[in-house]
């Protein structure tokens, strides 16, 4: 399943590259892209264990960058 | 500004308030105070953390969550370091002007991305459905398939449909970038996104949303960021190995010197510190895919749709292009081109006799006969003057036109009638027409060339292009006519839809390093060949969905002139990022050497950083500018 999110607050280019970088490893996560310029992150999943695999990166975000918020 | 951007204003010229008096008395030495009491490291410290605080706890906080090398933790480090020697002005000085680079930096990268969304502005909001003779307003997403939903004047059209009822004139400029707007009626087909300008249509829905026109647009642009150039890729790999390069660097620095050749400790660790200042790479890590997104921004802007900053790139370095003939270069439709009267007959009495004669029939060529006799002639086709029309299979009509035998029909007709008459060479299908026994003259049909082709091509070759090819399935008289008439280089005839794979991957082998291949076409059995060339080029109006799937590029109004203008919005977007990343790295370069030779300052190191990356995110909204 292929979801797209906004994100509020995403300040920094590097920061989007890392954020992606992580979301890309979590397990389950078959493809992520976070796009700096339309602050817009979409993610490709395993459908049953989506919502856990949000969770995630939401987590992982989190670490990466504080002050970027996901809204779902 | 956000209201984020607002409070940090506001600190800013809080901080800067307080710093300039405590700056100017340090000038003027009067913050020589002959105390063991730092009064003056306090006095400086009432600036730094009302500017700067929040980088300290951010560099605290994302240490704690194993992120060690990003910005705020080198600020950190570069302005304590300078606190640590005891340059109190210089510490609070670079914390201001980060901030106000940062502050800046964010302004403007708001400032381009709203004005690019802003051009993307297509999608509907709502669809206005009849419930119980109501109108009520539904998400887009619930209409199914078959639905009627009313578009009042001035809605956008928010699904693909047909019209039902209803005339009006629609603005599809968002889509096309085409400012004249198209008249629809009953029965036309209209696509979401645009706007209906004056009269109130209801429209039969023909796709859901997500398969609508605007949905699909959508997201190839949000899609567009994803497929990074190799500029990109280079900088994103530069940037991970940069900072930790310029971060041991320091450290070699600060260490180094004092302890093996007994240098004073201070000056080293302030050269170091420099270092710091200059580790972010954040003046390429911006502006590259800020330029890329501002061209392919303003490409949209022209009604082509780019679906990735590599594709620029590619489209860049095009050398030759390759051209499906019919509906790219040609409209795809059949029209009279030329009119050969006999002796006998005028040109206006051949084209009714003509129409006349095959006014029963709906074969293309009647109706290409028909439209001309309307155009040129008159509006109205009397039929009744026609008796015993009869169609002789291969052959042509014969038909009684005002009591006389007319023959309209190819050469085995008039052959067949053993009539005498005079072969026509021109390529396209040749009618030949015979009164009573008698030639009166021949009329050529043929698919008609887009009147922008020819400018187009000589465009292309302005632009760069070397090599322009046509590709089609047509008879070779009419293909080289074709290709000869817009000045085409190479023309290959006769190709069944699998040959022009071939034959553009013999193209393919021919290019030298550098050199790429687009092929342009209308979609119609041409996806493969679109996904085999360097760059796939559609026409997206008269293309089908599968051909616009697998292009690079498509021309939203297929019109073939906008190939040369991408291409310039394309070099223009590639020298834009090739002057930001050459410019900030010859200044961080720069000030590095300088730096490491004790000839630079703090001052110097705050401009490399911040300043540099100011700059070239100005230089990079240009691109959104490129005409």
């Known amino acids: 399943m292929k979801k797209k999110f906004k994100l509020v607050d995403l300040d920094c280019a590097n920061c989007a590259a890392k954020m992606e970088n992580a979301i890309k490893k979590i397990d389950g996560v078959t493809d992520a892209n976070v796009s700096f310029m339309m602050q817009k992150m979409t993610i490709e999943a395993d459908d049953a264990r989506f919502d856990e695999i949000m969770q995630e990166v939401v987590r992982v975000c989190k670490k990466v960058e504080p002050d970027c918020q996901i809204q779902m | 500004m956000t209201k984020k951007q607002k409070n940090m204003l506001y600190r800013i010229i809080i901080a ?3 710093y300039i008096p405590l700056f100017v008395m340090e000038h003027m030495g009067k913050l020589e105070f002959e105390t063991t009491f730092p009064i003056s490291f306090l006095l400086f410290m009432v600036p730094y953390v009302i500017v700067g605080w929040d980088i300290v706890y951010r560099a605290v906080r994302n240490i704690s ?41 964010g302004y403007a990268v708001g400032k381009s991305r709203q004005s690019i969304s802003e051009m993307m502005d ?4 709502y669809a206005n459905i009849e419930v119980d003779g109501q109108l009520k307003q539904v998400d887009p997403d619930d209409v199914s398939v078959g639905d009627i939903i009313v578009v009042k004047a001035g809605e956008r059209i928010p699904l693909d449909g047909v019209v039902v009822s209803g005339t009006s004139f629609v603005d599809t400029s968002a889509l096309t970038g085409e400012s004249v707007p198209r008249k629809v009626g009953e029965g036309s087909e209209i696509i979401s996104g645009c706007v209906n300008g004056s009269g109130l249509l209801k429209v039969k829905t023909t796709k859901e949303f997500d398969d609508s026109t605007v949905a699909k647009i959508l997201e190839l642009v949000e899609n567009a960021s994803s497929k990074k150039a190799k500029v990109e890729n280079f900088i994103t790999k530069f940037a991970k190995y940069y900072t930790p390069f310029v971060v041991c660097a320091a450290v070699v620095l600060a260490i180094f010197p004092p302890l093996v050749l007994s240098q004073p400790f201070g000056e080293w660790l302030k050269r170091a510190c420099i270092f710091l200042v200059i580790s972010c790479p954040c003046a ?16 949209s802007r022209q009604g082509v749709l ?9 489209l860049s370095e095009m050398k030759t292009i390759v051209f499906d003939k019919t509906g790219t270069l040609t409209k795809g439709e059949f029209a009279v081109s030329k009119i050969l009267p006999g002796e006998e007959c005028k040109e206006e009495e051949l084209l009714e006799m003509a129409a006349l004669a095959e006014g029963f029939s709906d074969h293309p ?14 509006s109205a086709l009397s039929m009744e003057r026609v008796a015993d029309a009869r169609e002789i299979p291969g052959h042509g009509i014969m038909a009684r036109i005002d009591g006389n035998l007319v023959c309209a029909g190819n050469a085995k007709l008039m052959e067949k009638e053993g009539v005498w008459y005079e072969a026509n060479p021109e390529p396209g299908t040749v009618v030949y027409l015979a009164k009573d026994g008698i030639y009166m003259g021949s009329i050529v049909i043929s698919d008609t060339v887009k009147p922008e082709a020819r400018q187009a ?60 291949l687009g092929f342009v076409g209308d979609g119609i059995n041409d996806a493969p060949v679109l996904g085999r060339a360097d760059i796939g080029i559609a026409m997206g109006s008269m293309g089908s969905d599968a051909a616009i799937e697998a292009a690079d590029i498509v021309l939203m109004d297929d019109d073939i002139m906008k190939i040369s203008a991408v291409m310039r919005i394309a070099r223009q977007t ?19 050497l300088l730096g490491a030779l004790g000839m630079a300052n703090m001052w110097e190191a705050v401009f490399a950083d911040v300043g540099v990356s100011v700059i070239a995110i100005l230089n990079s909204m240009r691109t959104l500018k490129v005409k």
């Open chain 2, 306 to 314: 780019v679906k990735g900053s590599n594709y620029l790139e590619v």
């Open chain 2, 284 to 299: 390429l890590v911006i502006s590259v895919p800020l330029g890329f997104f501002g061209g392919i921004g303003a490409a």
């Open chain 2, 457 to 516: 091509i000589s465009q292309l070759r302005r632009s760069g292009v070397a090599k322009t090819v046509m590709l089609t399935g047509d008879r070779r008289e009419v293909g080289e006519a074709v290709a000869h008439e817009l000045g085409i280089d190479q023309v290959y005839t006769d190709l069944l839809p699998g040959d022009k794979v071939d034959k553009v991957e013999s193209l393919l082998s021919e290019l030298g390093e550098k050199e790429r």
């Open chain 2, 122 to 125: 297509i999608c509907p909001e």
């Open chain 2, 16 to 18: 800067a308030v307080i």
């Open chain 2, 65 to 105: 969550h194993g992120q060690v090398f990003d910005e705020n933790f080198l600020m950190c480090i570069a302005t304590f370091g300078a606190l640590g020697v005891q340059e109190y002005s210089e510490a609070v000085a670079v914390m201001l002007f980060y901030q106000i680079g940062e502050l800046f930096q």
């Open chain 2, 574 to 592: 590639l020298k834009i990022v090739k002057q930001n990343i050459v410019f900030a790295l010859l200044v961080k370069a720069a000030v590095l």
């Open chain 2, 365 to 378: 060529v009647a109706g290409a006969l028909k439209n001309a006799y309307v155009e040129r002639v008159s």
